[in-house]
């Protein structure tokens, strides 16, 4: 199980496939050399494969516990942590004046799938961390700015994020946590949140929570919520944590994976918080927040992917069994025609992932660059598609990691399991896949298919131009992209039903169809000729296809789902 | 996670769709009427649900234990055991000289599907018995048939199969094992087996196991293995268990499910043994036992996805999120559109997966009940595709149902994350699906594609026949039946590297196609309205698509997956 980071393929996807450099050729990326990519990828993998990777296993074993109050964490993840803060890795994307290094989001994305790659369970506190330090700085007061950021940016301190309560999860809007002024500027903050990711953890001498609420007297729903910052131990005079708030871990969930990650419920007993953003517009401040963390998360999924892959892959070039149909080759089962199969699909599926997530990562960097409107609907577009596309790779690329592996793919000490049990939950957080699914075809077409077709555009202009080198994979990416603007087109005529009806497999073809694009300009910049056109061939020939079928399922809309009443769908 | 037998449905697939008529027109089963099958199919559900399905979380929380060379089972599992042995659950298609009900394959079938919906890992060590009676029948000589098929039939002892050795997994042939004969007419047995399911257990009087071993001066590879019944207590004068064999575990695996399954390392150390069948043609013994056991397998991941299905079913019925698109509906998730999508297709996949399996069982008691050759090769043909569909069908149900319940799905308290643990050894045991695959497109076509071609006239006269009623469902499943026809006219012209780059997309288009079929035939027998019209038109329209994706790949050919040199599959 020894990870080896993907740092070839991610810098060939940013020099040919995701555009990184327009990011880098703006002014306020300028000063992000070839060299500094290089370097912080280098560096990155360097980390995971040297001191996070050999921390998975242990996490696994040796489940984050509660004790006395207390959350023990597994054994190695406090030094595990401290290397990954030590080594500014919490502060590349951070703003530059609370003493972050202002890099790109594509690089901090990268890093951020190699980290997943390596130890999932831990590389989910300083995700979360990201994603408060990005609602902070858009949201929070100069003073809370002053006082957190730069302890969140260099890791000393990390972050939360708390929405969800038993009866609000999908429906955040139903939450009932309250938060009543106490006069002097602050609120107490009281009620029950659940599953919240490193919610405590023993090396940690502050966590600031992020919190969901209403204030007395709120409207109802989603348009009545308040953000709040709820630090675990408040600050002290010198900004040091001082005497504990009213909050507390009162249980850690048993999960099928990821068990070095601590999942709390959290109990909220008129804790001090502070208001983030304006009243009632919490709502607005957190999609800050998640909008970041769906990449995230899209990383996570592809990380998982490639770890498994590499896993798989090793066993596969080592394990002989039975006769192979190659002469000369080398006898192991990589030589056999299925498992072959099986790990040309894997490969062609995580380069798709993750070309798509950082296509998409791009497109939030030049809309810090630029301001521009257009980058800023393509990442938004795009963000639903990363999230769940990169997700369900991740299960399905290590569910065959598995399968390669046969039998010993079940037996928990190959390490192949783990990878499927943690990366399960991935498809879940962060928003459920179908949630992602209906931002698609609900928010994301409300512009009446502007973002759609500006990116069909791109994937047809990418055909144009690699007919001339790859006529036959060029055509077939044309034509699916075609086919993909008709029913783009039909769900632009349909109520929300028949759009919710096929936005899963409508997520599945655009998936499909942007995998072709960028496969086609991987092999396109190879001049048609080597590696990445002979896996841009397996894609289009193999997975491509189904583009098709998703759609034909995308169309199909509600009425045959509701002509079964709610008892037929027993046995 | 209360289990709810689906009788009904399996009642209905008997009736009207998989030709149990035609077996119980036969003399041979002409004992089992309508009511005889109901009363079994009822009882058993009854078992399922009542005493076995309380069972299944204890054997996930108290796995089963290896302590000072007992194998301690979980807490329950001896009484579960017993209930299942004196119910005569054991003995239902058993030969009736040897106690057995002689009853049909297909209702044995059924039966253990809702034994292992209701507790895979329990159900585990009666399937394998069952297997164990099937090759004892056919292959052992009377005296071995004498003393130990009561016995097996009764309950009373259990039997296990010994293939797996660390180097022999898919490749039976490179096993070591030695059998050396010790002139008295039995053998010495030497050797080490792995993946010993139900390998011992404290409860278990005595353990018959059967094992692959070579004799001294055996050709190499399967034709010089032969077969071997190697009892744990060998049997003293009266057929009781006496002295202990020179056989133990040596240790238990950990698995990522089925924890309530001892999974056994055995170390044969010139154990006594018997031989069952020739000396060399042990492999022809096995494959008795390993048909039945495949469809058994393919039962276990339908049983399962029931299981999954039921339990998401009721916390959609129960959970409320958000506003529903349904007026004076339920209120529940269950009324969204993309549950309501999830759920329908779910239960679509299981009837499909439920009635190809039960189909397969019909063709084995077909050829039991006539002898006739095309039952034979009718059984033969769809028992591959029944094993590798009736897994995948298990893994993605469970893996549906997971995400059904959202985050509540990912805590082990729910047991969602149980079947999907469970289930994921199906596709990977008893042959992994890319065998089951290869199996259908070498062994399966070498006769020239006569079984395929006589199953495809049979899917394009009942699509003829249900045009009247449905034209647009039954014109769909033709025109699939005719792709399908082409793909396998191209697979028979094609050398076998071909053939097995495509096999398990090949696999799977026959699976949607019979599916589409069985979905039809269901629809025909209601008239063409009602239910199972309703969930016909969900398959067609949703799930049947897919074939023509599958087709495509399975048309891909070796080429392209040669054209990637071994070290392109590195990221």
Chains 1, 2 share one sequence.
């Not at 039909?490 to 997520?507: C, I, K, N, Q, S």
């Not at 496969?519 to 894609?539: D, I, N, P």
Request: glycine fraction near 10%; proline fraction near 5%; include cysteine.
């Amino acid at each position: 199980m020894t990870y080896r980071a993907p740092v070839d393929d991610i810098r060939y996807i940013l020099a040919h496939v995701a555009g990184f450099d327009e990011v880098t050729a703006t002014e306020r990326f300028a000063d992000v050399t070839p060299d500094v990519t290089t370097q912080i990828l280098t560096e990155a993998g360097k980390l995971c494969e040297e001191v996070l990777a050999p921390l998975q296993r242990a996490g696994d074993l040796a489940p984050a516990r509660l004790e006395n109050g207390v959350v023990r964490t597994s054994p190695g993840f406090d030094a595990g942590y401290r290397a990954i803060a030590d080594g500014g890795w919490t502060a590349i994307t951070a703003p530059p004046e609370f003493g972050g290094m202002g890099l790109p989001q594509t690089l901090g994305m990268a890093v951020n799938e190699m980290m997943s790659g390596a130890c999932l369970s831990l590389q989910l506190c300083p995700l979360l961390t990201l994603g408060q330090i990005e609602a902070l700085s858009h949201h929070a007061s100069d003073e809370i700015k002053a006082l957190y950021l730069p302890r969140l940016v260099s890791g000393a301190w990390s972050g939360t994020m708390n929405l969800t309560e038993p009866q609000a999860g999908s429906d955040v809007g139903a939450l009932r946590s309250v938060a009543r002024p106490k006069g002097d500027g602050t609120y107490a903050i009281t009620g029950q949140k659940i599953y919240i990711s490193w919610g405590d953890a023993d090396f940690m001498p502050n966590i600031v929570h992020l919190v969901l609420a209403r204030l007395p007297d709120a409207p109802p729903g989603t348009r009545g919520i308040s953000l709040f910052l709820v630090p675990r131990n408040l600050p002290d005079a010198n900004g040091d944590p001082g005497a504990r708030n009213g909050v507390r871990v009162i249980s850690l969930e048993h999960k099928m994976g990821l068990h070095g990650s601590p999942t709390a419920v959290m109990e909220y007993d008129g804790a001090t918080g502070w208001l983030v953003g304006e009243e009632n517009r919490g709502m607005a401040a957190m999609f800050t927040m998640m909008n970041n963390a769906r990449l995230g998360v899209a990383m996570q999924g592809i990380g998982v992917a490639e770890a498994a892959l590499s896993h798989a892959l090793s066993h596969a070039a080592a394990r002989r069994q039975g006769q192979t149909p190659v002469q000369g080759g080398s006898g192991a089962i990589l030589d056999h025609a299925d498992i072959r199969r099986m790990l040309a699909c894997m490969r062609a599926e995580v380069f798709a992932a993750r070309a798509i997530a950082l296509s998409c990562a791009v497109s939030i960097d030049m809309q810090t660059a630029t301001g521009a409107a257009e980058w800023a609907a393509r990442a938004a577009f795009l963000t639903p598609i990363a999230k769940a596309h990169g997700t369900d790779t991740g299960v399905l690329v290590a569910s065959m990691a598995m399968q390669v592996h046969g039998g010993m793919g079940y037996v928990e000490e190959t390490g192949a399991a783990q990878y499927l049990r943690d990366v399960r939950v991935t498809p879940i957080y962060e928003g459920t896949n179908g949630i992602q699914a209906m931002d698609l075809v609900g928010r994301k077409l409300m512009d009446g298919g502007e973002a759609a077709w500006r990116l069909l555009e791109e994937i047809e202009q990418g055909a144009e131009m690699a007919r001339a080198v790859l006529p036959d994979l060029a055509g077939e990416v044309w034509a699916a992209a075609e086919s993909l603007r008709e029913t783009t087109e039909w769900m632009l005529t349909r109520e929300m039903t028949d759009r919710f009806a096929g936005a899963v497999p409508y997520l599945r073809a655009w998936a499909r169809v942007l995998g072709g694009h960028m496969h086609l300009a991987a092999a396109y910049a190879e001049g048609g000729c080597g590696r990445r056109s002979a896996l841009a061939r397996v894609f289009v020939e193999r997975l491509l296809p189904e583009h098709a079928a998703a759609l034909a399922e995308a169309r199909a809309g509600a009425e045959g789902l509701y002509a079964l009443a709610d008892d037929d769908f027993a046995a």
